[in-house]
């Protein structure tokens, strides 16, 4: 009470198995004995059990024949539940016996035989232990006679000499009794044989009850007995010789008394033993007496019932004797007798043998021909029948013959009993296979037949439905059996309600229907629709065998719609839910067929045969068949979404994972390959376990130690299929990689087969769209599946787009590198392959490579690649061996990226992997390669080892060349332009290198090129720094100078920063060293010089070289001084003096000194004079006037005069060029004074001379001071100069009074000019000074004597003088030349540059992956249908239904009331009563064949029922066959009797026969002599042919019937032999099939 805690559960839980378990290990040592165990089992005793062991346990003790034996034990447990049951069974049987054994050996019997158990259960004997019924029971009166206990010995042997008064019978010696025995006389002898001579009676419970002539009737005495006997009337004998001797009478007392001795069962023994045998056989013999004779007879039948295999009756000749008194004898009774004896002893078991010996089958046969009374005729065929089995040959041909003679003799009778037993023969001969045939042969079906319709006994129905169901086994008894409406009749006895006959009668048209040619005629019968009310029966036998039927209706093409129509198929699928095995088993076949053919299987899918097919899928027995059906609708397309919906896949799935199933693994991949053909079902397959059930055949077929699967052909080439169309869809895709399929996907890339590697290697490409494959193992097997030689087969592409696809994932790439040894030779061996689309397979084989060289990469891996060649086969196919221009653009990207590893960068190079790009670029004009190369070049131009490791090779490779080229290149990209640039500027720095430079003609060009880049001032630097490096050299210049290099630097300035400008300016000022550049530079940099010095923000160093490069030009080349006073150089140059100045300052007079050479030099050009006074050059040279340097003061002066001859002059006075002057004759210039002096007074001289600048003059305060100096100047010419001047300010009236009264005075300057000298100067001065003081007033003139005087010599002056005094002075004119003091050098200029970071990127192919799949076009699946050679067969019959057993007959012995009796049977008469039904259409169209005779044979005047004859019709003895009647059922058969003996035909109708006959030879069929013209052929012709008189001796022909011709003849001879063809092709196949059927019962498929 109370809640049961949880050990007691657990441990009741435990228990449940307890029982199990134990009938399980009771079992083991018979697993032991059989040696059920495998063979390589260790230990038997504790190995597990499992249900392949209990199997082979069934089929050892043979409990597999019971039938339907594994669809009653479905499970383990019942099989173990009925091996134990049998094991019980077994031990008690062993117990019995050994019981019954040690019983018989205590009492000395022997067991009696055995008899079959259902005919003869009441002759078994009791055990020993029973009561001993002699002492419980005593015969009253025995022991007066003294026969208590000792009547045992011989009854029948007189000794001599012994009387019967001289025996004692008081006493106890049993000799005297004896003799006292043989001397009784016979009437004693009768008396004695009415007691029991035995001491131990046998048990009256094991004897069968009587109503007549019971030994002991309800416990009666012997002496009633006795008086019973003897009152009872004697029997009526036949008449016989008259004997009335007394020899006569005792020989009938003695054979009464011996059959009363035989009624006693005790006495059998002694019969044989003591001579009584022999006596009554000799007696039987020897007498013609016919009371004599009965008696014996009646003996012998009570001894022969009675007898046993091994008894002594059969050493006595007791069946000869039999036979010949069954010969002699015309008796009824005796015959009967006779029969009875022989059919005893054919019951007995194991004796057949020995009775044929004997000569038992001649009497039997006699009998069944001599005997007019049925019941002899029976028990004689009962004989027969019982001899049968055992016989062969000829023997057995005849026996059975006369047995089906016996039958049909009795069948026609009409009797009830010999209908039964009529029918029972058939049945039992028909499940002998050596009698099968020739009972059918001899007219069984007919038998049959006539039972059927005749006779309303249920025993008698299901025998003949047992006979019809072996029969139907027959080929040659089928279509007899549809033709003669066995269908009709089997459909009416369907109707019974004996569940049993309704089995065999379906089973009769399953047999039917298992060959071809019949079906469509049972069809026609209305067969199926019978078939299909039959699936619904209650018995499971019965529904089995009516979808057995169904199934072969379903493989058969011209009845399977009528399966469909007759609505057989929701029958079908309610079978599958049931819970009988076999009908489940049987209509899953059914389905499977109908699933086969593509004008049925909608119907069945659409009527649910999948979700039927799934709710089986528990049921073990029912997988092959649950596999065979999703095979056939996997083979239709458009039913594959309603299968996976409807949980196909599930199935299928499990199938594949369930172990015990490895031989469906084929089919079940193949309704996979079928299934995942359509994309819309892979969402839903691969929510299955699809992945791992895949696996588990690739598993299971990995040799242990061994890591590679050994598949078969068609498993990998499935496997691999399904999943290729898997990897079709991208959602599919990315599951299968989830779920590990690139595991299965690797065992299947290293199988041997091309299907199997060719879906590998689509696969690899499909799942690679999506997702990186990494797992152990995959990258050997892509690159084992790459190694083909085959050129036209697509592996090879799918494979070089996997590594291409792989290799744009990081992970992919990653991969790759680590394994860049193996990659690297396989993606270049694939690029050589000479396959149709190489185009294809090297666009993707570059792309991998590229990407797998785009990572970081071992440098042992690097050098390794080296050593094995593959760099150098890498450069080979890149350069020669690719011819398409975007896949040399990849293999470039591809060799760059072999250049990133610093470690190897140099190896690579010396590799040839530099040049390799340089070569590439030639090839391939595409930005791509170009920028590659051009960074790999600038990379390498970069390297800190330039000018030692990479120079002289660059050099080679003729880089220079390649970089110029590219960046003049008309589409030549932004960036790669930059990258020249920035590569030449590496390489201008080695002055190795400038020899290359100027060797291109296209340098400039390039450079331009370069700096027109907008918005790249660091790469328009990098083209100056180009140029200031090979201008630094004067080797360089005439080649650049040809290039005008001159305008590149204009260009390089103008779009460059500052930097360039420093450059340029350096960069000119030093090609304005050179004399070749001086117009070049004065043309096109003269404005870039002179911007440069106006640059607010210009380094003054720069400013400077502009300043220089100036000054070099208008020094050195006199055409520039015009170029540059129009390009503003005075203004540079006051920007110049207030740079180098500065504020209040003196500045550096070096530099200053540039500044006075440049203003010095263009004064020299008179057309700038204006120019150069307007942009204020007077100031400049005032402030260098005030400078103390000589030099400078020196070029001021001369630039100054120079200035002074211009006409226009008062910007000049202006800007103080007086001051200027004075500055420059202030102080003492050492050996440069008089030529300052000489070129200041000049200037003086031209400003007054110039009438427009006079007025200017004079009003310039220190003009007089400046002129002061210039007089006490002791220089004759600079006096002079002086003189002219004043003259020219004294002609100027306006100043004149101001310069006389300044101090000193100009009048004083005058007097003192013209008292200088007397020389010839002297008196010039004179008289110019005459002149001037004449241009005064008289009034401002003193009157000073020496002014008179010189006034005076005015009066003698030439006057032309004073013509010279308005010239010009140049500085040309000076007197003093002034050397130019410029000495041209080369510049330079600090410049630190800005350094390219080198750029070694990783180069990475980047794709849109667009999921556009790859597949393989497998074979389409046909669907199997059930019964063909791919799946397994479903036939009907293979075992004959029922089984023999012998016939018997009850053992009643005779007594003397029985002769009192008729004679069983007598009251039947032998005469028919009705006839065998035969066909009455036996003229017709054949419906198998539908080969219709072009022309008919008519008779005249019918038209034979309105059928055809075809040729068919004839068997090829001459025989016809009968055919189909239009009606579907007929009444039973009471046709008249047939006519009088000798007679087949009446007398009116024997013109028809021969009228028939006749046909047969015109049409020429059969080749026999004797056509076999059945008896039906009487009612057809009297049914439906007019009488013919018998004068018609032949067919007159008319239009409708017309006899043929030889044409038709020959036509239907070659029809016939095409039959003929058709019929042992069709032989061909069934043995085909046979062997096939044989073939799958051994591998338990059947």
């Known amino acids: 009470l109370g809640r049961q805690s949880r050990a007691a559960a657990a441990a009741s839980e435990r228990y449940k198995d307890v029982p199990k378990q134990g009938r399980l290990d009771a079992l083991r040592p018979y697993l032991i004995k059989f040696r059920c165990f495998p063979e390589n089992v260790d ?839 690719v011819n398409v221009d975007y896949i040399k653009e990849t293999l470039a990207k591809a060799l760059f990226n072999l250049l990133i590893t610093k470690d190897t960068r140099e190896l690579m190079v010396n590799q040839g992997i530099m040049s390799s790009l340089i070569r590439l670029t030639k090839q391939v004009q595409t930005s791509e390669v170009i920028s590659l190369c051009v960074t790999a070049l600038q990379n390498l131009t970069c390297e800190e080892k330039l000018a030692s490791t990479y120079a002289d090779t660059l050099m080679e490779m003729n880089a220079i060349h390649v970089l110029v080229v590219q960046t003049v290149t008309p589409m030549a990209h932004i960036e790669v332009k930059k990258m020249c640039g920035s590569a030449l500027s590496n390489l201008s720095r080695l002055p190795t290198t400038h020899h290359y430079f100027v060797k291109e003609p296209n340098l400039c060009h390039a450079l331009i090129k370069i700096s027109s880049i907008r918005h790249s001032e660091e790469w328009v630097e990098k083209c100056a720094e180009v140029i200031w490096n090979l201008t630094a050299h004067t080797d360089n210049h005439q080649a650049l100078l040809d290039q005008n290099v001159v305008q590149c630097i204009g260009h390089i300035i103008e779009n460059g920063n500052a930097a360039c400008r420093v450059l340029g300016v350096c960069s000119l000022a030093n090609l304005s060293t050179n004399p070749a550049g001086y117009q070049q530079v004065s043309e096109d940099g003269m404005f870039i010089l002179v911007a440069t010095m106006k640059h607010t923000f210009m380094p003054i160093e720069t400013k400077m070289n502009a300043l220089r490069a100036v000054c070099n030009l208008v020094v050195e080349y006199p055409e520039s001084r015009k170029t540059a006073v129009e390009e503003d150089l005075v203004p540079s140059l006051g920007m110049m003096m207030k740079s180098l100045m500065g504020a209040g300052g003196d500045g550096n007079e070096e530099d200053l000194m540039i500044v006075a050479k440049i203003m010095r030099e263009i004064s020299f050009y008179s057309d700038g004079h204006v120019t150069i006074q307007d942009s204020k050059g007077g100031n400049i040279l005032l402030r260098l006037s005030k400078l103390e340097n000589a030099e400078i003061k020196a070029d001021v002066a001369t630039a100054i005069l120079n200035l002074s001859t211009c006409r226009f002059v008062t910007q000049l006075i202006e800007d103080g060029v007086i001051e200027a002057i004075y500055w420059l004759t202030l102080q003492d210039l050492l050996g440069l004074t008089k030529t300052v002096y000489e070129r200041c007074v000049a200037i003086v001289r031209n400003l007054t001379a110039n009438p427009k600048a006079i007025g200017r003059v004079v009003l310039e305060s220190k003009i007089m001071m400046v002129l002061g100096k210039m007089i006490e100047y002791p220089s004759p010419l600079i006096k002079y100069h002086a003189c002219v001047s004043l003259y020219n300010i004294s002609c100027y009236p306006d100043s004149q009074e101001l310069f006389v009264r300044s101090s000193p005075g100009i009048i004083h300057y005058l007097v003192a000019l013209a008292e200088e000298s007397d020389d010839a100067n002297g008196l010039l001065m004179r008289s110019i000074c005459s002149a001037a003081l004449h241009q005064y007033p008289q009034d401002l003139l003193k009157n000073d004597p020496k002014v008179t005087n010189i006034l005076m010599v005015l009066l003698s002056m030439d006057t032309s003088i004073l013509d010279d005094c308005e010239v010009t002075v140049t500085d040309s004119d000076m007197a003093t030349k002034l050397k130019k003091g410029w000495e041209v050098v080369m510049t330079s200029c600090e410049y630190a540059g800005t350094e390219v970071v080198q750029s070694w990127l990783n180069i990475v192919v980047e794709r849109l992956l667009t999921f556009i799949p790859g597949k393989v076009e497998g074979e389409t699946l046909k669907a199997v249908e059930v019964g063909s050679s791919d799946g397994p067969k479903l036939q009907s019959g293979s075992r004959p239904a029922g089984e023999y057993n012998k016939m018997m007959i009850e053992h009643v012995k005779q007594t003397p009331k029985d002769f009192a009796m008729p004679v069983p049977g007598a009251e039947i008469t032998m005469e028919a009563k009705i006839e065998l039904f035969k066909k009455e259409n036996d003229v017709g169209a054949d419906e198998e064949d539908d080969l219709v005779l072009s022309h008919d044979y008519h008779i005249p005047g019918s038209h034979f029922m309105g059928e055809h004859v075809a040729a068919d019709d004839f068997s090829e003895g001459g025989e016809h066959l009968p055919v189909s009647p239009a009606t579907t059922k007929l009444p039973p058969v009471n046709a008249p009797l047939p006519p009088a003996e000798g007679n087949l035909f009446g007398a009116e109708h024997r013109s028809s026969v021969a009228l028939l006959t006749s046909m047969g030879s015109q049409a020429n069929i059969g080749n026999s002599p004797k056509i076999s013209m059945r008896s039906s052929f009487t009612t057809k012709i009297q049914g439906s042919m007019p009488l013919i008189p018998d004068s018609a001796k032949g067919i007159s022909g008319t239009s409708e019937t017309s006899i043929p011709g030889q044409k038709q003849i020959a036509r239907r001879e070659s029809m016939r032999q095409n039959f003929k063809a058709a019929q042992m092709k069709k032989a061909v196949k069934l043995e085909n099939d046979y062997k096939d059927m044989l073939l799958l019962k051994s591998n338990n498929l059947y």
């Open 43 to 881: 230990n038997v005793d504790t190995y597990p059990i499992s249900i392949e062991e209990l199997k082979l346990l069934v089929r050892r003790w043979n409990m597999h024949h019971e039938r339907n034996f594994w669809r009653n034990h479905p499970d383990k447990d019942s099989v173990v539940m009925a091996l134990y049951q049998k094991m019980k069974q077994k031990k008690e049987d062993k117990a019995r016996k050994l019981q019954m054994q040690k019983e018989h050996s205590l009492t000395g019997e022997s067991p009696s035989p055995r008899h079959n158990s259902k005919q003869r259960k009441h002759m078994h004997f009791g055990s020993s232990d029973e009561a001993d019924l002699s002492s419980s029971n005593p015969i009253p009166g025995l022991n007066n006679l003294g026969l208590s206990a000792g009547f045992t010995k011989n009854l029948f042997k007189r000794h001599m000499g012994m009387e019967h008064h001289d025996l004692d019978m008081a006493g106890d010696d049993t000799h005297l009794q004896e003799a006292y025995l043989h001397a009784v006389s016979p009437e004693g002898l009768l008396v004695m044989s009415r007691t029991d001579g035995i001491a131990h009676q046998v048990d009256p419970r094991f004897l069968k009850k009587r109503s007549k002539s019971q030994y002991m009737d309800n416990g009666a005495s012997p002496e009633q007995v006795i008086k019973s006997e003897e009152a009872a009337p004697s029997p009526t004998l036949a008449p016989s010789e008259v004997q009335d001797d007394r020899k006569i009478r005792v020989k009938r007392k003695c054979a009464a008394a011996l059959l009363n001795m035989s009624l006693k069962e005790q006495m059998e023994t002694q019969f044989a033993e003591e001579g009584g045998l022999e006596s009554l056989l000799e007696l039987a013999l020897s007498t013609k007496d016919r009371e004599t004779l009965t008696y014996c007879m009646s003996c012998i039948l009570n001894l022969s019932g009675e007898g046993r295999a091994d008894s002594k009756l059969f050493d006595f000749g007791i069946v000869k004797a039999i036979s010949q008194l069954s010969l002699e004898t015309s008796d009824p009774r005796v015959m009967q007798y006779c029969a009875k004896s022989l059919c005893f002893f054919t019951q007995l078991e194991d004796i057949e043998e020995r009775l044929i010996s004997m000569g038992i089958i001649p009497p039997l046969t006699k009998l069944t021909i001599n005997a007019n009374n049925p019941v002899t005729v029976m028990i004689a065929c009962k004989g027969l029948h019982n001899i049968s089995p055992i016989l062969t040959g000829s023997m057995a041909d005849s026996v059975n013959k006369h047995i089906m003679d016996c039958v049909k003799r009795l069948t026609v009778l009409n009797v009830p009993f010999l209908s039964s037993f009529s029918g029972e023969v058939v049945q039992n001969l028909s499940c002998l296979m050596n009698a099968r045939q020739k009972i059918a042969d001899e007219g069984a079906i007919e038998v049959l037949n006539t039972l059927i319709r005749n006779s309303p006994n249920s025993r008698t129905m299901k025998a003949c439905a047992i006979a019809l169901c072996n029969l139907s086994q027959l080929k040659s008894c089928t279509k007899e059996m549809v033709n003669m409406d066995v269908i009709e009749v089997i459909t009416d006895m369907l109707k019974a309600d004996h569940e049993e006959t309704v089995y065999l009668c379906t089973l009769v048209l399953s047999n039917l229907t298992a060959q071809t040619e019949l079906r469509q005629k049972v069809a026609a019968k209305n067969g199926i629709p019978v078939l299909c009310s039959l699936l619904s029966s209650k018995s499971s036998r019965t529904s089995a065998v009516a979808s057995k039927s169904l199934a072969n209706f379903a493989t058969d093409e011209n009845t399977r719609g009528a399966v469909i129509r007759s609505r057989g198929v929701p029958p079908l699928i309610g079978l599958l839910s049931g819970d009988a095995e076999g009908p489940r088993h049987d209509a899953l076949g059914a389905l499977c067929n109908l699933l086969s053919f593509e004008d049925t299987y909608m119907s069945v899918i659409s009527s649910g045969v999948i979700p039927a097919l799934k709710s089986i899928m528990h049921h073990d027995m029912h997988w092959e068949g649950i596999s065979l059906g999703l095979f056939n609708i996997a083979t239709w397309q458009n039913v594959h979404m309603m299968l996976v919906d409807q949980g196909g896949a599930e199935m299928l799935t499990q199938l594949l994972l369930n172990k015990e199933l490895t031989h469906l693994i084929p089919q079940n991949l193949a309704s996979l390959a079928s299934l995942v053909r359509s994309s819309d079902t892979h969402e839903k397959l691969m929510k299955t376990n699809l992945v791992k059930a895949l696996w588990v055949p690739i598993q299971n077929s990995i040799p242990e130690g061994s890591a590679t699967a050994k598949l078969d052909r068609p498993t990998a080439s499935k496997i691999s299929s399904i999943l290729m169309y898997l990897s079709t869809t991208e959602a599919s895709a990315k599951k299968l990689v989830s779920d590990g399929a690139v595991l299965s996907l690797v065992q299947l890339a290293r199988q041997e087969f091309e299907e199997a590697k060719m879906c590998a290697s689509a696969m690899f490409y499909n799942l690679s769209l999506k997702k990186v494959l990494s797992d152990h193992g995959f990258l050997d097997a892509l690159i084992a599946t790459a190694n083909t030689s085959d050129t036209s087969s697509p592996r090879l592409v799918w494979c070089a787009q996997t590594f291409s696809n792989l290799s744009t994932y990081p992970r992919g790439r990653t991969m790759f590198g680590k394994e860049i040894v193996k990659v690297a030779p396989c993606l270049a061996q694939m690029m050589r392959s000479g396959h149709k689309e190489a185009s294809v397979i090297q666009r993707h084989c570059a792309i991998a490579l590229c990407n797998s060289l785009s990572v970081w990469l071992k440098s042992s891996d690097i050098e390794e690649m080296k050593e094995k060649g593959v760099v150098q086969d890498l450069i080979v196919v890149s350069v020669l061996r």
